[in-house]
T-cell receptor, first 114, second 113 residues
Framework: QQPVQSPQAVILREGEDAVINCSSS?????VHWYRQKHGEAPVFLMI?????EQKGHEKISASFNEKKQQSSLYLTASQLSYSGTYFC???????????????FGEGTQLTVNP | NAGVTQTPKFRVLKTGQSMTLLCAQD?????MYWYRQDPGMGLRLIHY???????AKGEVPDGYNVSRLKKQNFLLGLESAAPSQTSVYFC????????????FGSGTQLSVL
């Protein structure tokens, strides 16, 4: 089942912070985050596993609340290059030999203006 | 090192025609995926493969068939194209690991008239 992302769109000025949320109605094994710029392919940002720690770099990080089946992506001191559509992908289980069905949300369009 | 290569990049079909999209990766990845992307609907998984000779259905498999005869290639076929299959198609690949990063191809814009 497709995860739900919020907000659908956000507009920031350079240097401002943003939070993008991803929630699921099912218990999750992992959450994946990708960014896609217009006309380009999605690019991997990070993956969070059940029981894992908050991941990320200094300015882009994410958390995973297993009890609430929610993940949040934090963008701090945004830069113009952060503009794009952010997708979360979720999977309810994973096994090495059977793979998984990584299901993506509808995306959050982030615009960073000067 | 080309990564994930999709061909063709653009295609226009008439309703009822058939075609095959080719995805090739040179990273020795075990997993390969086909997604379609429609405006406002994100990426939806069509089919995926966990290894050579194996395929599995994703969220929206109807109207599509796939084959993975070689580890580096993953083919997506449309036997009888319909206007509802107008979309951007992305192929992706990854290692067989719990911490896996999907590498996407540049996409195929398909229009069915």
């Amino acid at each position: 089942q497709q995860p739900v992302q919020s907000p659908q769109a956000v507009i920031l000025r350079e240097g401002e912070d943003a939070v993008i949320n991803c929630s699921s109605s099912k218990a999750l094994y992992s959450v994946h985050w990708y960014r896609q710029k217009h006309g380009e392919a999605p690019v991997f940002l990070m993956i969070l596993l059940k029981g894992g720690e908050q991941k990320g770099h200094e300015k882009i990080s994410a958390s995973f609340n297993e009890k609430k089946q929610q993940s949040s992506l934090y963008l701090t001191a945004s830069q113009l290059s952060y503009s794009g559509t952010y997708f979360c992908g979720t999977e309810i289980s994973w096994e090495e030999t059977s793979g998984s069905r990584l299901t993506f949300g509808e995306g959050t369009q982030l615009t960073v203006n000067p | 090192n080309a990564g994930v290569t999709q061909t063709p990049k653009f295609r226009v079909l008439k309703t009822g025609q058939s075609m095959t999209l080719l995805c090739a990766q040179d990273m020795n990845h075990e997993y390969m995926y086909w997604y379609r992307q429609d405006p406002g609907m994100g990426l939806r998984l069509i089919h995926y493969s966990v290894g050579e000779g194996t395929t599995a259905k994703g969220e929206v498999p109807d109207g599509y068939n796939v084959s993975r005869l070689k580890k580096q290639n993953f083919l997506l076929g449309l036997e009888s194209a319909a206007p509802s299959q107008t979309s951007v198609y992305f192929c992706a690949s990854s290692y067989r690991a719990v911490y896996r990063k999907l590498f996407f191809g540049s996409g195929t814009q398909l229009s069915v008239l």
